[in-house]
């Protein structure tokens, strides 16, 4: 048995438990199984150990410990990501600030709130309508998602077209680095953008513990349509004709027929056409005014693109209708199968419609059930491919389907994301649109920040381990036990660290 192991986690413990109540340090290996991936579910890893921490000091406490011991961390929020960010590797441990969900201070005069890291966005968003305000990035996860979590993936959504990444709305970020220290960055500080810098930077730079966020009026007038098209390539060419009238509209959402068929089989169903091949949902904001200008526009860019139906909602309860099937539809495709890989990458809006066909001529390459539905604004595609992640050949097919995604929307003039961030998921794709100059300019700035290494390890930039030493489900497991009991566990049957099931 590796004693030294044993008694480096040991003492770790203690001293932890000497910080924190015990009962909020988890070890037992069943609990901790909990916390081996995030939403994206393809890629696993496995954490000695998890903190569920209250306040901003048990996160100090916690880092000084880690940082002493040389020992990896990664912050975890509700758990919503989709990139693998929040997945522990190098035996890291989780630091869960879902509990730190304090609205500190909503000003309604500044148009400001201060919030700890674990407030989930929808919350923050209803607290600050009671004042006619709204946070504006609005992820479909919003229901679940902290925004601590949004302010570490720089996260959208559908009204993100208009009102920008949540980086535009966190005017100052208060964050624990890997070494304890605190650091506040502001917005306007002068100098070098660290808090540009940290936002987006997907826990590797350190943890944010509290932020200040700009809210915004709510609309005076909103109208949300839906118009219905027989192909998907026509949608998309109705998102172009819409921008090229110089209309801003507040959302261009669009959901193809698989998507719509699973929305409205599930219980988020929302009266979509069932005999469409794609809804284009459209929401426009303003003055009353204004927005009847805009509606004809819309009117008549919509039906340049042989649109099949044109609705509108006539109240606030058909809106919440048309949106709720948007909202839902991820939730909607798990009645396809077990699992979901939700991809996330970039073209440009005028090469939509060529993205869409090569995206669904790799589904068929693969044998794969793909559907989309995505952010046609700004050109954010979501393709989601259902699989069943118990069959090995199968998920092979899905890694190398995504795989093929991406460098077809970076070659189109795209990027590897718009909203879920680069985590595991795309680390080994980021030398598709950065040179090795530029990548090694970003790792000099993160040991800059982190000399050892340890806030997240294994994220964003390229190190050559590939997505295996991820580790998958049966793998993970494995790598705890052989960790805590030591190396003679692997002659009681446990395979090699990497070994797949």
């Known amino acids: 048995m590796d004693w030294q192991v044993m008694m480096s986690f040991e003492k770790i413990v203690i001293q932890l438990k000497q ?51 040389g020992v990896p961390f990664v912050a975890r929020g509700a758990g919503t990501g989709l990139s693998g960010g929040a997945v522990p590797l190098d035996q890291a441990w989780v630091i869960d600030v879902h509990r730190m969900r304090e609205i500190i201070e909503l000003n309604p005069l500044q148009r400001t709130a201060v919030i700890e890291p674990g407030v ?30 949004n302010i570490a993936e720089n996260s959208g959504g559908p009204h993100c077209f208009l009102h920008g990444m949540t980086t535009r709305h966190i005017l100052s970020v208060r964050t624990v680095l890997a070494d304890g220290s605190v650091l506040e960055l502001p917005r306007d500080g002068g100098g070098i953008d660290w808090r540009g810098a940290f936002i987006g930077s997907e826990g590797t730079f350190g943890i944010t513990v509290q932020a200040t966020v700009r809210l915004i009026p709510r609309p005076q007038c909103v109208r949300t349509f839906l118009v219905s098209y027989n192909s998907l390539e026509a949608s998309c060419d109705a998102v172009t004709n819409i921008i090229a009238r110089g209309l ?23 009266g979509y056409p069932r005999d469409a091949e794609a809804v284009l949902l459209i929401e426009l904001e303003g003055l009353p ?35 709720r099937g948007r909202k839902g539809a991820f939730g909607a495709m798990g009645r396809i199968d077990s699992d979901l890989y939700v991809l996330d990458a970039v073209v440009p809006r005028t090469r939509l419609a060529e993205a869409i066909s090569g995206i669904q001529a790799i589904g068929r390459k693969y044998k794969l059930v793909l559907s989309n539905v995505f952010h046609a604004g700004d050109g954010n595609l979501h393709p989601n491919i259902s699989f069943d992640a118990a069959d090995p050949e199968q998920r092979k097919r899905v890694l ?64 050559g381990r590939g997505c295996v030493e991820a580790g998958f489900r049966g793998a993970g497991h494995q790598r705890r036990t052989q960790q805590v009991l030591g190396s003679d566990s692997k002659d009681k049957g446990v395979p090699p660290v990497g070994d797949t099931p």
């Open 19 to 69: 910080l924190i109540p015990g009962h909020r340090i988890l070890t037992d290996e069943d609990e901790c199984r909990l916390y081996d991936c995030d939403g994206l579910t393809l890629h696993r890893g496995v954490t000695p150990g998890v903190l569920l921490l209250e306040n901003e000091q048990e996160v100090i406490d916690a880092v000084k410990v880690f940082s002493a011991a």
């Open 120 to 149: 989930i966005n929808l919350d923050l968003d209803r607290a600050a309508a009671v004042h006619g305000l709204r946070f504006a990035p609005d992820p479909s996860s919003q229901r679940a998602c902290t925004v601590g979590g």
């Open 400 to 463: 190398s389907a995504g795989d093929e995604i991406l460098r077809l929307c970076v070659s189109l003039g795209g990027t590897l994301s718009g909203e879920h961030g680069i985590g595991i998921e795309k680390r080994d794709h980021m030398s598709l649109i950065f040179s090795a100059e530029q990548l090694e300019t970003q790792s000099l700035l993160r040991k800059a920040v982190d000399p050892q290494g340890l806030a997240n390890p294994g994220k964003i930039l390229p190190s």
């Open 248 to 270: 801003r509209p507040a959302a261009l959402e669009i959901l193809d027929r698989l998507t719509i068929k699973a929305v409205e089989a599930s219980v988020f169903r929302a």
């Open 289 to 323: 005014q204004e927005l009847e200008e805009a509606t004809q526009k819309v009117r008549e860019a919509c039906l340049s693109a042989a649109s099949i139906d044109f609705e509108e909602a006539d109240d606030e309860a058909s809106r919440e209708r048309l949106w």
